[in-house]
Every structure is written in structure tokens, then in C-alpha cells.
């Protein structure tokens, strides 16, 4: 099977993080992006050298899929770790395995710690929890690798406390730029939905209490959804069984022709049949299809089941941004709900690197009235934003000239270079939180940037990297920058190094003023 370049990159990046030393290392791939290829190639790498090789997941239908896959992409089979079924004996290199059944004393307890090689683990943003933690400390000494769609944890243990580092990751708006996965329209339903009551629990809202705050609006809902996707191909998520029921007959009565599937029905992968051939055009669960199913038809999916946690939330999502022929996007239904905390999740938050674009998204979208493409909004929100930076650093530079520090403040330099990925850094990893090596603080002392305002080894590891490759690229130093934009040169991150040396000797030639006809505003260099 060719891979993708995505893919073959993937591969590649997670060989050489375990040839690096990190043994726990994370691959981050959009749902629909092909996860389980990537993975199964990796395995398939493993087997090679002779290993043995563990896939873990929590549900059965995950395990079955990276069994199918696997075969089908590399030709190897697989034993199993599930219920009645045991891998011991068998000659297949490799196992996937239940975690459920894997965290049994009795069970664990038959393997040596040395038994496995490498373990992957489907869905890794689980793998924080005690029973993933039984089996991975159990097996200490694998190789390590974490499949997700998004790195985030609704309770906040953020999984860079167990992985050493990200391997890869590819994002959601590439993946749609680079036409693998479908554009999302986002429309907001001006239909208020209050929170306010509703309790929390493990980080994000209980589930009892949010069937009770939306019943009174499952009319209303429905009438919304006739009026704006009666045409759709549509999966509703659903915060409890009974309301995803009730929401069923609703529907109905409407005119959609609406199933409903749970972890009870007896008959499920009957209908999730017959709404993959089209006998149903609404499907309404209770988050049972949030992984291990794919129906690249749906192109409407409605969230009725508010979430603070963006994998969650990302896996909803997931299940409509497949292709598919005719398909020309995913719409996404939006609803206002009214909460007095502002951490919820809108579809801003699948594509927006920051906060704060993702609020300025959510307010453009809100006040549209149609739906927007999100990569549009993105795109002019992120200007906007970048904007109002630009306006509060004029005011900061203004300070500091007045100040006539020697050293470059750091925004200064990451809003001069336009470096999104630095302004937005957070640390993940264990070692990215750490204090800023004494080293790291010398080095960039010396190149120019303040060190103080950098709070953490992460961000001084990427600032210091970002100076040497622009450095091999000769491009304007830190030290440069504050020079000239202290004068009143903009954007003197993108000049070359050339172009500063010349305009800095110009200047020391006039006495360190500007040379006359030299208008900093509007000067820009040449080539």
C-alpha cells in the first residue's frame, strides 16, 4: 500500500524518535487521516527487526478495525488479548489487546515485562487512565507509541505528563487544503440553550443533568434542523439513551426518516447498515459512534451533547469530514448555549491554533446568520487578531524604547518573524515545562532576546531553534530587529540579513540618525 507523504513522514518521525532515546512518543492525525495505516506500517517496521508488538484499545470495534487494516495493508495477522480469547502460545508477532482485559492481575500477570517490544495504543488520550497505566507500567521497558486526533484531556492531565515527546502531528486544515478530508461549514442556530444549571464532573459537564436542560428544546431543535438540513445526510450526539430516543420520534414526526442505535440494541449494525445505504437520513446515538465507525456519507453532523474537551468534541465532529462522491462539505450545526463559563468547545476550536482566534471565529460565525467555511473564517480572524497584537506591541515598543533596553523582548521578535508557532506555544511534554537551562538562558542572552520573559525550557528549545535556522537562512538577528523597529522599520523579521547589516550601517554613517528621504513606515528593502 503507498502511502501518503503525510503518512511515509509520520512513519519516518516516530522510527527516529525511538532511535533518539524517546521511548513514549505521540503521532497526532485528524480522524479520517488514516491513523491505523500509519500505525500498521510502523508495526509492520517492528516485525521486522524481530519484535513483538501490542496494540491496545478500549473497545472492541477499534481492535477489530487495526486487526483488518493490518492485514489488509502489511499482510500480517494477529492473536488476541480479549475476554476468552488469548494470544499466549500463538505464533503471531502481533497482539492486539483489550485493555479491559489486559489490566487483570491474573491476566497480566502470565506475560513477562519483556514480552513486548513495542505497544501502540489506539485512541491515546485514554491511555492517562489507571487500567491503560496498569498495563503500561507492566511492560515498562516497550517502545511506546500514541494515536489520537486531537492531544487534549477533558480532566486536564495533560498527556505530555506520560509521553516524552510529539512525534508528529498533521493538522485538520491541512489535511483539508490538501483535499483529503472535506471543508466544514459552520452555521449557529440562535437558539438559546441554558447551562447555567448543569453540573460538572471529571472536567466537563454531567451527562444526567445536560438530558434534562436540553428536553425542553428537542422541538424547537428539530424545527431548526428542517429548516437548515432537511436535505443532509445527519448524525446526532446526544447526551443520555432516553433523550437520544426521544429526539428519534421527534424527528419523525417531522418528516426525517430517524434511527436511533445505543450500546443496548440488539439490532445495530443492522441499522447502521441501512443508514449507510440511505434507508435512514438522521442517525441519533448517545456518543456510541464517537470511534471505530465511519460512514464517509454524512454530511451533517449536530452536536447536542456540549463538551469542554476538544478530542471529544473532535471525534463528534470526525465522523462527517470523511470524502465522499457529491459530497461538497460537512455542515455543522452550532447551537447557543448560554453557560456563565466560557470553556466550551465551538467549532472554532477544530482549526484554531489560539484562544483568541478561536473566540474572534466564534463571534464572526455567531453573527453571520449563514454557514461560513472555517478555514475563511480562520483566515480573517487570524489577521484580525494579529492586528490588535501589532496595535498593543506599538504600545509596548513605545514603553521600552523609553526604557532603551538592550536585549529584544520576545513577542517583539515572534510578532516580527510573524512566528504563529511561537506565540502560541504552550509546553506539553514533561521537559517543556521545566525552567530554562542555564545554558538556554546565556544563549539567548547573547543572541539578543530577553530571556526573562521566556518561562520554560520549550520555548526556549524553539526560540533558539528558530534563531539558528534563521540564521542559515540569512535572515534580519534579534539584535537587528530591536534596532531597526526601535527607529520605526517595520516587520524587520522578514528583511534579509543583508538588507538590516546595510540600513544599520547607513544609519551609524549619519551620526545614528536616519538617513534624509528615509521614511521607516512606508521603507522597504529591495530584493
Known amino acids: 500500500m503507498e502511502l501518503r507523504d503525510y503518512q511515509q513522514e509520520a512513519r519516518v518521525s ?31 517496521d517492528r516485525v521486522r ?26 499482510g500480517l495477522k494477529c492473536a488476541t488479548e480479549k475476554a476468552q480469547d488469548t494470544s499466549l502460545g500463538s505464533f503471531y508477532r502481533v497482539v492486539v489487546g483489550s485493555v479491559q482485559t489486559l489490566m487483570r492481575e491474573k491476566r497480566l500477570s ?47 492531565k495533560n498527556l505530555g505528563s506520560y509521553f516524552e515527546s510529539l512525534a508528529y502531528e498533521y493538522t485538520l486544515p491541512k489535511a483539508i487544503k490538501s483535499g483529503y478530508l472535506s471543508p466544514i461549514k459552520a452555521l449557529t ?46 448524525v446526532v450526539f446526544l447526551p443520555l439513551v432516553k433523550t437520544s430516543q426521544k429526539f428519534t420520534e421527534i424527528l419523525n414526526q417531522k418528516g426525517f426518516k430517524a434511527a436511533e442505535v445505543n450500546g443496548e440494541s440488539e439490532n445495530r449494525a443492522e441499522i447502521l447498515e441501512d443508514f449507510d445505504k440511505g434507508l435512514y437520513n438522521v442517525l441519533c446515538n448517545s456518543m456510541l459512534l464517537t470511534e471505530g465507525w465511519d460512514c464517509p456519507s454524512v454530511d451533517c453532523i449536530v452536536v447536542l451533547r456540549p463538551t ?39 467549532p472554532a476550536h477544530l482549526i484554531a491554533e489560539s484562544d483568541e482566534v478561536a473566540n474572534a471565529m466564534t463571534k464572526q460565525i455567531e453573527e453571520a446568520g449563514i454557514p ?3 478555514e475563511v473564517v480562520e483566515q480573517t480572524s487570524e489577521e484580525e487578531v494579529i492586528a490588535q497584537r501589532e496595535e498593543a506591541l506599538a504600545k509596548q515598543l513605545q514603553e521600552m524604547k523609553r526604557r532603551k533596553r538592550r536585549l529584544v523582548d520576545p513577542l517583539q521578535f515572534e510578532m516580527s518573524i510573524q512566528a504563529e508557532d511561537l506565540v502560541n506555544y504552550k509546553p506539553s511534554f514533561g521537559w517543556e515545562m521545566e525552567p530554562p537551562s542555564e545554558s538556554q538562558v546565556n544563549k539567548l542572552e547573547k543572541l539578543g532576546i530577553h530571556p526573562e520573559s521566556i518561562d520554560n525550557a520549550g520555548k526556549a528549545t524553539k526560540m533558539l531553534d528558530k534563531i539558528e535556522k534563521r ?33 544599520i550601517d547607513r544609519i551609524a554613517a549619519n551620526g545614528w540618525r536616519l538617513p534624509q528621504g528615509v521614511n521607516p513606515k512606508e521603507y522597504k528593502p529591495e530584493g
Not at 15 to 44: H, M, N, R, Y
Not at 204 to 229: C, H, Q, R, W, Y
Not at 475 to 493: A, D, Y
Open 14 to 44: 516516530i522510527q527516529d524518535e525511538w532511535a533518539d532515546g524517546k521511548k513514549k512518543t505521540l503521532l497526532v492525525l485528524p480522524t479520517g487521516c488514516g491513523k491505523t495505516i500509519v500505525f500498521s506500517k510502523v508495526i509492520e
Open 49 to 74: 527487526k524481530g519484535e513483538r508488538v501490542l496494540v491496545l484499545a478500549h473497545r472492541g470495534e477499534l481492535l477489530d478495525q487495526a486487526a483488518d487494516k493490518l492485514e489488509k495493508s502489511t
Open 110 to 156: 502470565k506475560f513477562d515485562p519483556d514480552f513486548f517490544d513495542t505497544i501502540i495504543i489506539d485512541e491515546a488520550h485514554h491511555c492517562i487512565s489507571d487500567s491503560y497505566q496498569r498495563v503500561l507500567n507492566h511492560f515498562k521497558d516497550a517502545h511506546v507509541l500514541g494515536v489520537t486526533a486531537t492531544p487534549d484531556r477533558g480532566d486536564m
Open 189 to 234: 442556530i440562535p437558539l438559546e440553550l441554558d447551562l447555567t444549571k448543569v453540573g460538572q464532573q471529571a472536567g466537563d459537564f454531567k451527562t444526567s443533568d445536560l438530558g434534562s436542560a436540553l428536553d425542553p428544546f428537542l422541538e424547537s431543535i428539530a424545527d431548526e434542523m428542517v429548516k437548515n438540513a432537511s436535505d443532509r445526510k445527519i
Open 308 to 346: 469542554k474537551v476538544r478530542s471529544l468534541y473532535s471525534q463528534m465532529v470526525g465522523r462527517g469530514t470523511r470524502l465522499f462522491p457529491g459530497k461538497n462539505e460537512l455542515l455543522l450545526l452550532d447551537f447557543l448555549w448560554h453557560t456563565d463559563r466560557h470553556e466550551l468547545c465551538h
Open 372 to 374: 461560513l467555511d472555517l
Open 471 to 503: 540564521r542559515e537562512q540569512g535572515l534580519t538577528t534579534p539584535k537587528q530587529i530591536r534596532f531597526l523597529e526601535q527607529r520605526g522599520f517595520n516587520h524587520v523579521g522578514n528583511w534579509s540579513f543583508e538588507n538590516g547589516k546595510k540600513m
